[in-house]
């Protein structure tokens, strides 16, 4: 009798993110691919197992004004042009399909330029198969024997796995196979002759330590990423995979001939996991059924013929590997039927398209719009990396650009700590990929730099190990027949010594001869027994098949409803997927056009940026052109107000002068109309006219004859010191009697340096024009400092003025009042007659002053 089962103890919940202080890096892995000529030139040293050294092309070293310039780079690890595809695999993809098995996930990269060699390092080449087909072959050694049957895990739609009884399972096998999908290989199936030198694995690859108490389930998946579309490679519609035919709007044309496939969406499951809604999930049971899926989903792939490549891969390829497990029950015999215990894990290989620049791959069209997506999605995908980098480096928290490609927001989870990230980088040594091959090496720079958490291990089911192999042992049919077996041996009686060693002996053979016939009669009645007991087993086999006949007829009228229900479910599904295409397709014109606003406002606020900063600058300009003009004008304005005081100035001269001639012409003309004198006086002579206008003069000029005056020079108040004598050229010397004089002084018409340096005290002689119209002259002083830094400095303490000012008229007395002299001669005060016999005149204007011309006027007599 069976023991009751017991129900299995839920697994703990495991918090995401609980290990965020356990982070490994980015595995970053370098593989260099042979030449293809061994006369091209070679810009790619393997210096050793860890060290590339890339090397400046000579061209390029012409074209940078002969700057030769080395640099390293640093890689988990460097595999040659000698490293086999067993080496690779060893390193970089065992460890991933070992983490598959005990339920991590992985994901696997290869980078590279367009004909570096990625596509050969994931799928491989006849006889010497890639690590897609290496990984495939491990998973099917380490759990070939613990494989659930078909269709006891099934997939739906939100990225997740139901299970099924065996009762379930082999009803939905019959049923398919009844219906043959093209979609399911069958593993009857002989290899296909083209891709089975690919998956001929010399080499024996297993796991260790494979939980033998669990059932497993294998499904695969094939999608490629497309002009940032995602498309399933797996699924069975018409398609052309190398010319396919696209309109102006970018969309696929629609004719009899062509039927594009429908792109698929992104969605978040309820662990916040991407995955492709809609994506086909085949189950597969060998290497050869997985890899005849892959085959089949590779001739799907665009590729093209570029000027780089013959075959170049134009998308980004995704095979997804999900490993199922489930823990058989407590009895070992039946898988688990609780969806809890399910555990899924996912190894995803991915095989980028190259990055390439259209002026080397001369690509035009379809292959230019192919290009630029490729090398948008590689951007975002180095962007991605960046932030990350930074994030972790500086703490910082900003957000990570994930959704700007389907590329990186499929596989945003794996960067979030949901498994472990190797990358390989393909590189081709040649001269001419040096630059895209110096943009990579930056790029896995940048990538092994990121951390990515380490993910939590399976949790344990909490059932007793070794449930699979005890039950075999306790029930299985080879242990049956080795039971009843013993008990049919023990059951007869032994056999006594045969061995005769007298030739008298007669007990021997009649004991032999009673042994062997009771062993006879035991022989006869188990074979009754066993008739009879066959006979009851055929009776009862009898009524089994009977009810069995009754449970599938029941069975069958179940099948049949829950068939009627599934076909209306699937045509409400039908058209629940309609409506929901029609809505996406809705949703993407709106996109689509929410992106062309976008693009247009951001436009327009460039527009807008770009108008008020030439505002901003026609402003400042006219706010430095007033500041300019206020200027000039202040400028001009003084300017123009000493000119106007200098021309008054000289033109209050010009009438002064003008009004003492007219004076003293009056003067004179009065003198002659008063004059009593009848006689006429003889004309006096020219120098006695000069004597008269001598003496007589009020500005008396200077005795022609007198001795010379030695001029007396003015000593300043502070001589005493050294000094630095500064009068400029444009000054007047103005032949004053009284001049300023310094002992000692250094005189210089323009300042300087040495002669400052030599002296303790600085004068300035200026001239300026006084109100009077007389010059003035300041003498500005100061003292000489020695600065920190060498140099001069003056500070000023004193101004002294020196004026000029012409002698004031007398005061003149009438001729009544005025004494005799004693001598007889005339005095220096005369009357007005006497003053008006002698009429001087002055032009206008003339810098000699008054006395300039003398003319002797007679007294004319009255009538």
């Known amino acids: 009798m069976k023991p009751a089962r017991t129900k299995t103890p839920r697994k703990p919940p495991v918090k995401k993110g609980s290990q965020t202080s356990l982070k490994d890096p980015v595995g970053v892995y370098c593989r260099v691919r042979p030449l293809s000529l061994p006369e091209q030139e070679c810009c790619i040293e393997v210096i050793n197992n860890t060290t590339v050294q890339l090397h400046t092309p000579e061209g390029y070293r012409l074209n940078r004004n002969g700057d030769y310039k080395e640099t390293q780079y640093s890689f988990k690890q460097v595999f040659g042009i000698h490293t086999t595809q067993k080496e690779l695999f060893d390193v970089v993809a065992n460890p991933l399909v070992d983490d598959l098995i005990h339920g991590k996930n992985g994901l696997l990269f290869t980078y590279g330029v367009t004909g570096s060699g990625k596509t050969h390092t994931m799928t491989g080449s006849p006889r010497e198969g890639g690590l897609l087909p290496r990984c495939l072959d491990m998973l099917f050694n380490s759990i070939g024997s613990f494989q659930a049957k078909r269709y006891v895990f099934k997939s739906n739609d939100r990225n997740s796995m139901d299970i099924q009884c065996e009762v379930d399972a082999l009803l939905e096998r019959q049923k398919r196979e009844a219906t043959p999908n093209p979609k399911t290989p069958s593993s009857k199936r002989q290899v296909d002759p083209e891709f089975a030198d690919m998956i001929n694995v010399q080499e024996f690859c297993k796991a260790e330590e494979v939980d033998e108490d669990s059932v497993y389930g294998v499904f695969v998946s094939y999608i490629e990423i497309y002009n940032n579309y995602i498309y399933d490679l797996l699924e069975e519609v018409p398609f052309d995979p190398i010319k396919p035919k696209w309109n102006s709007c970018s969309t696929p044309m629609r004719n009899t001939d062509f039927v594009p496939p429908q792109s698929k969406l992104l969605r978040e499951d309820k662990n916040h996991n991407m995955y492709v809604a809609g994506c086909t999930e085949v189950e597969v049971k060998s290497t050869e059924e997985a890899f005849e899926v892959f085959w089949r989903g590779q001739k799907k792939r665009r590729i093209a013929n570029t000027h780089l490549n013959h075959e170049s891969s134009r998308s980004h390829s995704v095979f997804n590997i999900k490993l199922v497990q489930a823990p058989l029950d407590a009895d070992g015999d039946n898988v688990l039927q609780e969806k809890e215990q399910i555990t899924i894990s996912q190894l995803s290989l991915v095989d980028l398209a190259g990055s390439e620049r259209t002026n080397r791959t001369k690509a035009e069209g379809n292959r230019l719009r192919e290009a630029g997506n490729i090398n948008q999605s590689l951007m975002t995908l180095r962007t991605c990396m960046e932030v990350l980098r930074e994030n972790q480096t500086y703490g910082t928290n900003k957000m990570v650009p994930y959704r700007d490609s389907k590329l990186t927001h499929l596989f945003k989870n794996y960067f979030d700590g949901e498994g472990k990230v190797r990358l390989i980088v393909c590189v081709n040594p040649k001269a001419e990929d040096y630059e895209e091959s110096l943009q990579v090496m930056r790029f896995a720079e940048v990538t092994q730099e990121v951390e990515v958490a380490r993910p939590t291990d399976k949790a344990i089911c909490g059932l007793t190990p070794g449930r699979r192999y005890r039950n075999q042992a306790r029930g299985g049919p080879v242990g049956d027949e080795l039971l009843v077996s013993e008990v049919v041996l023990q059951s007869f009686p032994p056999l006594p010594s045969c061995e005769i060693l007298d030739i008298n002996d007669e007990r021997t053979l009649p ?65 629940l997927e309609k409506k929901n295409k029609t809505l996406e397709y ?92 009848t006689e006429r006086p003889e004309r006096p002579s020219r120098e006695r006219d000069r004597e008269k206008a001598t003496r007589r003069s009020v500005s008396p000029s200077p005795v022609p004859n007198a001795p010379p005056v030695r001029l007396r020079h003015r000593r300043s108040r502070s001589a005493g010191d050294r000094w630095v004598d500064h009068k400029p050229a444009s000054n007047l010397q103005t032949e004053t009697v009284m001049q300023p004089h310094v002992p000692h002084a250094i005189t210089v018409s323009v300042a300087n340096e040495k002669a400052l340096a030599k002296c303790e005290k600085y004068m300035l002689t200026h001239q300026e024009l006084a109100s009077d119209g007389e010059i003035e002259t300041k003498l500005i002083k100061g003292d000489v400092y020695k600065t920190r830094g060498g140099g001069q400095s003056v500070q000023f303490t004193e101004i002294e003025t020196l004026k000029q000012e012409s002698p004031t008229g007398r005061k003149r007395r009438s001729s009544t009042g005025a004494p005799a002299q004693p001598d007889g001669t005339e005095s220096e005060w005369t009357d007005v007659e006497t003053r008006c016999s002698v009429a001087v005149e002055m032009r206008a204007g003339s810098q000699l002053g008054p006395g300039y011309q003398h003319h002797a006027q007679p007294k004319r007599k009255k009538p």
């Open 586 to 677: 809705k949703v993407e014109i709106l996109e689509k056009t929410t992106t062309i606003y976008e693009e247009d406002k951001r436009n327009l606020q460039q527009e807008l940026e770009t108008q008020n900063q030439k505002l901003q600058r026609q402003f400042s300009d006219k706010r430095r052109l007033e500041a300019r003009l206020q200027g000039m004008v202040t400028e001009t304005t003084m300017k123009w107000e000493k000119e106007c005081e200098r021309r008054v100035a000289a033109k209050q001269l010009e009438m002064q002068n003008k009004l003492w001639v007219k004076d003293e012409k009056l003067k004179q003309l009065k003198a002659i109309v008063t004059e009593p004198k």
């Open 511 to 575: 004991r032999l001869v009673e042994a062997l016939e009771k062993r006879h009669h035991l022989r006869q009645m188990m074979i009754d027994e066993f008739h009879k007991q066959s006979i009851t087993f055929k009776a009862l086999l009898q009524e089994f098949d009977n009810a069995v006949l009754n449970k599938e007829n029941y069975v069958q009228g179940k099948l049949n409803e829950k068939e009627k229900v599934i076909s209306g479910q699937k045509s409400e599904i039908e058209r």
